[in-house]
């Protein structure tokens, strides 16, 4: 988007200089597109997530943006916006997320990660450089890339794709319907506050369209994995609690 606006206000300069008929003149003669989309870019679009709404559960507005980000953000219009996306990612929670994430993860496996470009000083100098450095030749990444060029195979280098694991829809077949069907009859599925498990009910037994299962399908998929999560941590206490004991004992 950003490179595109630069595009088209490049048209916007030639045309004020001149006229429109000028830079028809020149689309044509350098075989330029005769017309190019500027998008309409508001930051604060990419600060909440959009609500993914689900029929059985309730949604409501909140302001989730505090007022020292508004105030960095009337700043930030004075800069490019691969810097805008870039500062708001390092302070405004993407990074914290990543350290918590990652640091739990290998914590837990007795695995200690140390990142070299979280360093402070190195991030300030990366976070000054200008978009265009940083894409080079359609490719993200470009110092980074140039950097390891003679120690990284040609097929790394050059990769495009992201790595992640997307959430993927549920199959409707017999057996994940009686899975479905399981969950949504059991108790605390039903009396959760999280949604409306009587209308889900009620709904499974009487609606079975594709739609309303895959909405039905995610609210189980969220319950199995909080579950998960409070039988792991009832383990551990449980765990620690006999780890305390055998100590005691051995005292």
Not at 93 to 98: A, K, N, V
Not at 192 to 202: A, D, E, Q, T
């Amino acid at each position: 988007m950003y490179f595109q606006n630069n595009i088209a206000k490049l048209y916007e300069t030639i045309s004020n200089l001149s006229n429109n008929e000028y830079l028809s003149k020149q689309i044509k003669n350098l075989g330029l597109v005769s017309s190019i989309k500027k998008f309409n870019i508001n930051i604060e679009n990419y600060l909440v997530p959009q609500i993914n709404k689900n029929r059985y559960v309730e949604n409501k507005n909140e302001h989730l943006i505090p007022d020292s980000l508004r105030k960095d953000l009337i700043e930030l219009n004075n800069f490019q916006l691969p810097f805008q996306i870039l500062y708001l990612n390092a302070n405004y929670g993407h990074m914290q997320w990543l350290l918590n994430k990652w640091d739990k993860a290998s914590m837990a496996h007795s695995v200690e990660i140390r990142s070299p470009f979280l360093d402070w000083n190195f991030f300030q100098y990366a976070l000054a450089l200008p978009g265009e450095a940083k894409i080079e030749t359609g490719k993200n990444k470009s110092i980074l890339r140039e950097s390891f060029e003679k120690d990284l195979p040609k097929e790394i280098k050059e990769i495009k794709f992201k790595q992640g694991l997307p959430a993927t829809d549920i199959k409707i077949d017999t057996k994940s319907l009686m899975i479905i069907k399981t969950i949504v009859n059991s108790s605390d599925f039903k009396t959760s506050p999280n949604w409306n498990g009587k209308k889900i009910l009620k709904d499974f037994n009487s609606k079975l369209d594709v739609n309303n299962i895959s909405e039905i399908w995610k609210l189980v998929r969220l319950h199995l994995m909080d579950r998960g999560f409070k039988e792991r941590k009832n383990r551990i206490v449980l765990k620690n609690i006999k780890s305390k004991e055998k100590f005691n004992i051995l005292n």
